[in-house]
């Protein structure tokens, strides 16, 4: 066996170093909040509103609880309900699809393009049917769906567009800002995300005035005036706490995601000078998108992933399966009565990919311990050895 060893543990992700150099302006900004006595909405939500609202380039933005209550907000306010049919990738996370069901829709599920991992829109036309209320394009990893053979197909049967920008804050397409094309865009600020507070956060992007007031309505009980419910609405409000801290941190969201870049780009050179085209795949961006590296994610061929992972995890290098299971066939789904093979293209990235560290403080040291730690887990007996481990 190869007998490399990683220098210094490379974690997956590292969210208190992002935090860490902002540390007294994050306190400073609770404790204003603190001061101020207003802990929902208020000027610290406005405030971060607006900031999304001009990064996405959209006249409107609201906050609410989560990227998942974002869904469900934006397909609740364009009328998906029971009986309708909503196209989604199966390639994704799970509250893509969640919301759906829980509005008592159906998920309709749409293979992907091999090269980006997003939805393949060649195959929408044939999956709708009379039902079809919306799409979601999901914008995986930080990079764009191609939004205008989407739109085409949305337009041309009069479907929604609800764009997933859980992964992409600040990516664009064709120049246009994801939030900004479809019907609403929805936003995720999980701790691990580009722009990720200290908790659960969301944002819905509208250019439509009464969507964006049906949205707001719906995230505040269905209220207006107090006390006054013009509709069955949930409690989806961004804290202002979550709110105040996030403004400070969106001053930085341009740094960060410039260095993402870099980093993707030192992979990218670094992994190409290696005798590894057998055997890894590197992430592709289409020429229409400017890709913001949520995750850098690439392909382990030949059934050698798992292997590989561990290699890596015994080198305490860090990696993650972003995702090992299609919901297509997740359990909760099987009454839709998808079968293997039925999204060959998605079945077959959930047994090759891995995604390797890409925040923006993973230093040039720490990338260059990856990929040794690639190089040499495709050192034939190491793998053969690793392969042998995992099927006893």
Known sequence: MNAWNAPQPVMLLDVPKNNRGLREELLAAVAQVIDSGQYIGGPMCQAFE?????????????????????????????????????????????ATASCVTRLGATPVFVDIDPETFNM?????????????????????FGQC??????????????????????????????????????????FSFYPTKNLGGFGDGGMVTVNDPLLAEKVRLLANHGMKPRYHHQTVGINSRLDAIQAALLNIKIQQLEAWTNCRRANAQRYDRWLSTHDLADNLQTPTTHPDCDHVWNQYT???????????????????????????????????????????????????????????????????????????????????????????????
């Not at 006249?59 to 989604?88: M, N, Q, R, Y």
């Not at 829109?121 to 995986?140: G, Q, S």
């Not at 085409?152 to 997933?164: K, P, Q």
């Open 298 to 392: 690439v392909r382990i061929t030949g059934g050698r992933r798992d292997a590989v992972r561990q290699h890596l995890a015994d080198l305490r290098i860090g990696t993650e399966i972003y995702y090992p299971i299609p919901l297509h066939r997740q359990a909760c789904f099987a009454y839709l009565g998808y079968q293997a093979g039925s999204l060959p293209v998605t079945e077959k990235a959930c047994d090759e990919v891995l995604s390797l560290p890409i925040y923006p403080e993973l230093t040039a040291d720490e990338q260059m311990t990856v990929v040794a730690g690639l190089a040499s887990a495709f050192d034939c007996a190491a793998i053969h050895s690793l392969e042998r481990r995992a099927a006893a």
């Open 50 to 94: 607006q900031s999304v609202a001009r990064i996405s380039q959209t006249p409107f933005a609201i906050g609410c609880a989560s990227g998942s209550d974002a869904l469900l907000l934006a397909l609740t306010a364009v009328g998906v309900g029971p009986g309708d049919e909503v196209l989604v990738p199966s390639f994704t996370f799970f």
């Open 145 to 186: 769906c191609p939004m205008d053979e989407i739109m085409s197909h949305a337009r041309t049967h009069g479907l929604f567009v609800i764009e997933d920008c859980c992964q992409s804050i600040a990516a664009t397409y064709k120049g246009q800002p994801c939030g900004s094309i479809g019907d609403a865009g929805c």
């Open 120 to 140: 393949d829109p060649a195959l929408i036309p044939a999956l709708i049917t009379p039902r079809t209320k919306a799409i979601i394009p999901v914008h995986l």
